[in-house]
């Protein structure tokens, strides 16, 4: 069963940096493409950053160079380091696994329809 679980949302000021973690089984981050998404109020949900089973790593233009997604096998964790953060960044955050054994490419990485199960989600709230 994948079922993802997030945690390290939080309040922080513009500027700031804030890490996000997901939890699952170690078999979900060997067979499974993980997924960064949010949703702010009165907007749809968006791909924020991708890690595919390939290793590659897909990131929306609006957090390049801010953002970073990793894994911790060992930990069976994935995280993603927001750096930077701006107003614009206040939203819950979703981690999603894919398919069974699919890598996606980059137009699909940041493609909810490509993404089977998900989390509850962790709010993240910037202010200035």
């Known amino acids: 069963q994948v079922r993802p679980v997030e945690s390290g949302g939080g309040s922080v000021q513009s500027g700031e940096s804030l890490r996000l973690s997901c939890s699952a089984s170690?078999?979900?981050?060997?067979?499974?493409?993980m997924a960064w998404f949010r949703q702010a109020p009165g907007k749809e949900r968006e791909g924020v950053a991708a890690l595919d089973i390939d290793g590659s790593t897909t990131y929306a233009d609006s957090v390049k160079e801010r953002f970073v997604v990793s894994q911790d096998i060992a930990k069976t964790t994935l995280f993603l380091q927001m750096n930077g953060l701006k107003l614009e960044d206040t939203a819950i955050y979703y981690c999603a696994a894919g398919r069974p054994n699919q890598s996606l490419n980059r137009f699909q990485a940041l493609d909810a329809e490509w993404y089977n199960y998900w989390g509850q989600g962790t709010q993240v709230t910037v202010s200035s």
């Open positions: 170690s078999s979900t981050y060997r067979r499974y493409s």
